[in-house]
């Protein structure tokens, strides 16, 4: 059993402990949302580039029908101009020019049914992509507000907990919390147990000093706290 001196400082460490647990596991929620939300942003970027996808190909594809309009313009000219010619070269430049823009508008034809294809295709793919990652974002958006709960009702209970500290301080003499906050900035736990003539803390053999100390002996712990003469932890001799 510890010195009755060192109960109440063990009875603060504990909920220190219990302290120091749930402000870390706080901590780590705002990272976890944050790596949710690149997920989300990582599927409606997806989503967004896909939907580009076929926009571009739906540009292309306009683009491709102007083009056909125009030629398709300059062939009913020709064609007009060549009936009221009445050289044989000139007929013959003009029978050439309709036959390049027919060719030209053939070309065109052929690339706008390619065009067409792939956005049937670009839509099959996004309509079925669509689906998914909209399933995943809603998967992440109920993670996240799980992640939400878990971190309201984390700090409810850090407050608890850090109102229970303040309460196991209270009683405490003022140097005796310093020497235990210096130790607990450093190494926690601060207040271990001796068992088999080793600190409880680092794991090393104690002098026989300390480890007379710690059972009481020649010095009083309500006084004078025994500590490791190795990592300066607070002891207390196990029975």
């Known amino acids: 059993m510890p010195h009755p001196a060192l109960e109440s400082l063990l009875i603060l460490q504990d909920r220190d402990i219990k302290r120091l647990a749930l ?7 705002p990272q976890d949302i944050a790596a949710v939300e690149k997920k989300i942003a990582t599927e409606k970027g997806a989503i967004d580039a896909a ?6 190909l739906e540009v292309k ?9 125009s030629a398709g313009e300059k062939l009913a000219r020709y064609k007009t101009q060549q009936v009221t010619v009445r050289k044989n070269d000139e007929y013959q430049a003009l029978g050439h020019e309709i ?10 034809e052929g690339r706008e049914l390619e065009v067409m294809y792939a956005i049937d295709e670009a839509k099959k793919k996004f ?16 993670r996240i507000a799980l992640l939400r709960e878990r971190q309201a009702s984390l700090t409810t209970d850090l407050k608890a907990a850090q109102a229970e500290v303040a309460t ?23 207040v271990v147990a001796i068992s088999g ?8 053999k104690v002098s026989s000093e300390v480890e007379s100390a710690a ?19 607070i002891v207390y001799w196990e029975t």
């Open 23 to 29: 402000e870390a596991q706080l901590k780590v929620v």
């Open 51 to 56: 939907r580009t996808e076929m926009r571009d």
């Open 61 to 69: 594809k306009k683009s491709i029908e102007n083009d056909i309009g």
């Open 99 to 108: 036959d390049t823009t027919q060719g030209q508008i053939s070309e065109l």
């Open 127 to 142: 309509a079925a992509a669509e689906a998914v990652l909209k399933a995943n974002i809603v998967g992440h958006e109920a």
């Open 168 to 190: 196991a301080r209270s009683p405490l003499p003022e140097q005796r919390l310093k020497i235990y906050d210096r130790i607990a900035m450093r190494n926690m736990p601060a």
């Open 197 to 204: 003539g080793k600190c409880g803390g680092c794991h090393l």
């Open 215 to 233: 059972r009481g002996k020649g010095t009083d712990p309500a006084v004078q706290l025994p500590t490791c003469d190795q990592c300066g932890r």
